[in-house]
Every structure is written in structure tokens, then in C-alpha cells.
């Protein structure tokens, strides 16, 4: 190994290195206070930003977006939850970078320039994952819920034994919207991680392109299980999951295959990669499928 690839600083003692964690947790968690208290000054701009895909489809129904406090303390909450997500964010490439500089001195250079990468698509990917489930799954879910809505000949609530059908109009909690938004946002922001989680254990040499394909049939069923836990009980988003999920896992595969072609092409640079054993192992893979079925 070369001197240039060497580990920066082994010599610090493990209390330094608490000490060191203890510092870059105090710095991560005053950049996030810093933030909530940033986004509790804006909290109602930041709330009717959330709220615009739930207006949208009121006023094509031509309705009129009005939500509701049910109790005294809603709107206090509303407003910490705003600024809990939104600090979070702002906060979010500082605490990155904090934890950067906590673990770079224990990577080697080439761990460095391996890892660096993931680290950067990280948030790009969980702000690709939240703005397609503000934009797009979120105002196909409201639209669906709010189909189940039905009107009296004037939109009122009729009297018992009126043959008109019941007015049964929506008026929703600020915080219960709120709370389901923010759950769409998270969860497709998590699942949007698949890629680069995998790509990342694909680099380490924890999972394999193959290995990824051999178990395809029942990461199906997981991300049906996921898709049913992770969403409202409406049949349109949780197929709207499994479809991006499922897709995000065979991009997964095709990452991590070309993670693999790159590390074999270096291997045979550097005169390490057997040609014949790979041969061989591949055969005897091919065997013990053979023999599986």
C-alpha cells in the first residue's frame, strides 16, 4: 500500500475520539435547533406550501381549501411539526458534513474517494424521493380520498328521512393532513436511499448483481409488505410505491454490476484477477443452480 493511502491520524487515543464525537453531535444538534427556529418564524408560509396539493384538488371539485383546528393547541403543534421537518432539512447538509469529518481521518484515501460519492447522492436522493411524493403521489392520493365525498341537492346536510342523499363534505384537520403528508414525504424519501445503499454494500462486497437477481422474487413480496405498511390504505398509492421501490431495486442491480465490472477491470490491471478461477466459480455456480431446481 502506498504511503499516500494510508489512514490520517491513528494515534488519537478512543477518549479523544469521544471527545472529537461529542463535539461534532453538539455542533449537528445546534445547526438543526438553528434551523427549527428559522422554519418556526415561517411555519405558516412553510404550511401553506405543504397544503397547496390538497388546494389543488379542492378547487378542481370546486371547493374551497379550509382547514381546522379540532382542538386549542393544533395550530402550536401544526407549527412545530413544520419547523421539526424543515429544521431537519436546513440543517441536514451541515450534520453531513460533520459526520464526514468524523470519519474521514479513519478511511484510507481510496475508502475516501470510494465513499465521498454516496455520501453527496444521499440527499440529493431524498429530496428526489420527497419532491416526487409532493408532486405527484400526494395530489393522486388526496384525489382519491376526497372521491368518497358525497353532496345533498344544495351541499348541505339533509334532515333524517329526506330522499335526497346526506351531505358528507370533507373538513379537514390541519394536523392530520400534516401528519399525512409528512409520512408520504419521508417514506418515498427513504425508499429513494435503495440505490445508493445498495451500490454502497455492492462496493464493500456485502451483495452481488447475481445474488440481488437470485432474491428478486422475494424482495417483490417485501416491498408489497413495505408499500402496504408505509402508505394510506388506498390501493393507487401503495401500487404507485411498489412500482418506483421495485424499479429503484433493478436500477440497484445494474448499479451494482457495473460497481463489480469496475472492480474486476482493476483487479486484472493490477494482475490479481484469475481469469480461469472466475471461469471455474462461475461454472460451479451454474451447477448448484442446476441442481437447485
Known amino acids: 500500500m502506498s504511503n499516500t493511502d494510508e489512514i490520517e491520524d491513528t494515534s488519537a487515543p478512543l477518549i479523544e475520539h469521544l471527545a472529537e464525537l461529542r463535539t461534532r453531535l453538539i455542533h449537528s444538534v445546534v445547526a438543526f435547533l438553528i434551523g427549527m427556529i428559522i422554519c418556526f418564524t415561517v411555519a405558516t408560509p412553510i404550511f401553506n406550501f405543504l397544503t397547496q396539493p390538497l388546494c389543488d384538488v379542492l378547487s378542481e371539485r370546486g371547493q374551497d381549501c379550509d382547514l381546522i383546528f379540532i382542538s386549542p393547541q393544533e395550530g402550536f403543534f401544526v407549527a412545530i411539526k413544520v419547523s421539526l421537518l424543515g429544521g431537519f432539512i436546513l440543517a441536514f447538509p451541515y450534520i453531513g458534513m460533520q459526520m464526514w469529518r468524523f470519519v474521514a481521518p479513519g478511511l484510507y484515501r481510496s475508502e475516501k474517494n470510494a465513499f465521498l460519492p454516496f455520501l453527496l447522492a444521499s440527499p440529493f436522493m431524498f429530496l428526489l424521493g420527497a419532491s416526487f411524493a409532493f408532486y405527484v403521489v400526494t395530489p393522486l392520493a388526496y384525489d382519491f380520498f376526497l372521491g368518497f365525498q358525497q353532496f345533498g341537492a344544495e351541499g348541505e346536510a339533509l334532515a333524517d328521512g329526506a330522499t335526497a342523499p346526506l351531505s358528507v363534505v370533507f373538513q379537514g384537520s390541519a394536523q392530520e393532513y400534516l401528519n399525512l403528508t409528512i409520512k408520504f414525504i419521508v417514506a418515498f424519501g427513504l425508499c429513494f436511499q435503495l440505490p445508493v445503499l445498495l451500490t454502497l454494500m455492492g462496493k464493500a462486497g456485502l451483495v452481488s448483481a447475481e445474488g440481488l437477481g437470485a432474491v428478486r422474487k422475494y424482495a417483490v413480496v417485501g416491498i408489497l409488505v413495505l408499500a402496504a405498511i408505509v402508505t394510506p390504505p388506498d390501493v393507487i398509492t401503495q401500487i404507485i410505491l411498489f412500482v418506483v421501490v421495485y424499479g429503484l431495486y433493478e436500477i ?19 494482475g490479481y484477477y484469475d481469469d480461469e478461477e472466475a471461469a ?14
Open 280 to 293: 471455474d466459480d462461475a461454472m460451479m455456480d451454474e451447477f448448484d443452480a442446476e441442481d437447485g431446481k
Open 252 to 270: 440497484s442491480i445494474f448499479l451494482v454490476a457495473r460497481v463489480e465490472r469496475k472492480r474486476e477491470e482493476q483487479l486484472r490491471e493490477e
